[in-house]
């Protein structure tokens, strides 16, 4: 029988962040960002996407992306999917030191990982809510070695 593993993470700051970032970009194929439709963004936003360009897989107007559906008419927010390359890593560490950073109106929001196409690490800025989902045994004991890492496990059978 296949065991899902949710971690639970709590709060990843500086090196725990970095590390986690890392551990992503080793474990997923593509990220992405989020900017809200009808809130406001400071030119930070602008840039740090710039910035992702040359990583850029596609963009999309969504009303649900990794942790969050929004019921409205229109497509709540654009959605920007990226690969997970090296020079992208240290854009994100460069932008943010906490995962919970990533929030409008100063920086996209909601900085997620998708690995072949599913939902891995997802992450609800504005509610400091991530988790991450498998059942690869690697993936959680690459998770689990991270050094100062806050989290809970549960097994979902």
Known sequence: ??????????NPTGLV????LKVSFKVCDTFLLVVRKGMSKN???NIVLEELKPFHI???DQSRWPGTTVYSEEPA??????????????ILTQSSDSLYKWLQPYLPEDLSF????????INTSHEKDCVIIT????DIDKVLK???LQHSLRIIK
């Open 58 to 60: 596609k963009i999309k």
């Open 135 to 138: 059942n690869d045994k690697e």
């Open 114 to 121: 998708l690995k072949e196409g599913k939902e891995w690490l």
């Open 17 to 20: 962040y970095k590390e986690l």
């Open 1 to 10: 029988m296949v065991h899902i593993v949710v971690i639970e993470i709590k």
């Open 77 to 90: 927010a654009t959605v920007y999917y990226y690969r997970t390359e090296s020079d992208a890593l240290d």
């Open 146 to 148: 991270i050094k100062g």
């Open 43 to 45: 030119p930070s936003i």
